[in-house]
């Protein structure tokens, strides 16, 4: 388990809160830019670090929360490659791809990914998230 030491983490946890505030308060382009600035705060080498894989998840769902799908895809891939070096929750990844895909209109894409994630996980990962995923799943792939 690769975790920060904690005086980097709380650097990172306060821009990250900024960044929050931020968005509450409609400020889109400063909680990207927030972000960012807190990304950069992990240590290099990049994507070896648990803490950096929840900051990416946490950013990725506010940007699909927004409709902003670049942001989304980009913050995706961090994910990506920080479960690609740690091996934190192949699943889970699985499961935000299909969502991603799902979004953005890949119904396909988005099907083959929970079909994995249910023969590796089960339905768990639908708890707690739009219905419109399961119910998607369920009807095999079909709306």
Known sequence: MALLN???YNEV???GKKAVDALKEGEVDVFYNLAEE?????PIPRNNWNQEYNFSKMTFKHSMANRNFGQAE????RMIDNNNNLNLSEFEVQHYEAIYFFETGNYNQAFEKWKYVVKGAGLRYFEGEDAKYKNFYKNGGRL
């Open 6 to 8: 904690t005086d980097e």
């Open 13 to 15: 946890v306060l821009i």
């Open 38 to 42: 807190a990304w950069l705060k992990f």
């Open 74 to 77: 980009k913050w995706l891939n």
